[in-house]
């Protein structure tokens, strides 16, 4: 090679790194990046918030067949006072009643924080939902434009490629613009060594 060729080369391999680094720092892959990780996020988010739910639906049915369980308990105290005659008993029977009725209330007040961490969850979930689409809608602006930047580039890429071997050789560039199979095996060559650049 000459002195001549080698000069040639070198300005035209750095070029190419150019634009490679041109790719990778640009800001359409940077914002294409930052919208997948929010989607992504989103998505952990959105499992973390059905996990919950599903948590708490189970922790209300079971509260809600306690209470049924102590309702009937002190229905059926409030049934048998009636036919009691001691009134130690019926002393006794009253603050069972008394207990089993604080129970049923705590259940009660436990069921309400329940039911309303519930709609809190439902409502966080449902914004979540509806900030994903955003994001993805996004995204796919986002991913559009670095797909164009990527081609642009990647035909000047090409374009550098074949000028470089045209160095090497005593090949044309006429030859590249007009025969399609050889553009198409440089342009896969190139392709391939651009593919760490993707998102």
């Known amino acids: 090679m000459k002195f001549d060729s080698m000069l040639e080369y070198q300005k035209i391999d750095?070029?190419?790194?150019?634009?490679?680094?041109?790719?990778?720092?640009?800001?359409?892959?940077?914002?294409?990046?930052?919208?997948n990780a929010k989607i992504k996020t989103a998505g952990d988010n959105m499992a973390k918030f059905q996990s919950e739910a599903d948590e708490l639906n189970l922790n209300?049915?079971?509260?809600?067949?306690n209470v049924g369980k102590y309702e009937s308990e002190v229905k059926e105290i409030a049934d048998?006072?009636?036919?009691?005659?001691?009134?130690?008993e019926i002393e006794y029977y009253e603050k069972v009643l008394a207990g089993l009725s604080e129970d049923v209330n705590k259940l009660l007040r436990e069921l309400q924080r329940?039911?309303?961490?519930?709609?809190?969850?439902?409502?966080?979930?449902?914004?979540?939902?509806?900030?994903?689409?955003?994001?993805?809608?996004?995204?796919?602006v986002a991913l559009q434009s670095y797909q164009n930047l990527k081609l642009k580039l990647q035909n000047e890429g090409t374009r550098l490629h074949w000028e470089i071997l045209c160095c090497n050789s005593?090949?044309?560039?006429?030859?590249?613009?007009?025969?399609?199979?050889?553009?198409?095996?440089?342009?896969?060559?190139?392709?391939?060594?651009?593919?760490?650049?993707e998102l």
């Not at 070029?15 to 490679?20: C, D, N, P």
């Not at 048998?80 to 005659?85: H, R």
């Not at 966080?124 to 994001?135: E, F, G, I, P, Y």
């Open 114 to 140: 329940v039911s309303a961490r519930i709609d809190q969850v439902k409502d966080n979930s449902d914004n979540l939902t509806r900030q994903a689409v955003q994001l993805n809608e996004q995204y796919k």
């Open 80 to 88: 048998s006072i009636s036919d009691v005659q001691d009134e130690q």
């Open 170 to 197: 005593s090949c044309s560039l006429q030859l590249f613009i007009v025969d399609p199979i050889v553009r198409q095996i440089f342009y896969t060559q190139f392709h391939d060594a651009m593919k760490y650049a």
């Open 60 to 65: 209300a049915e079971k509260l809600a067949a």
């Open 14 to 35: 750095s070029e190419l790194v150019k634009i490679e680094r041109e790719l990778n720092n640009s800001t359409e892959k940077e914002k294409a990046s930052a919208l």
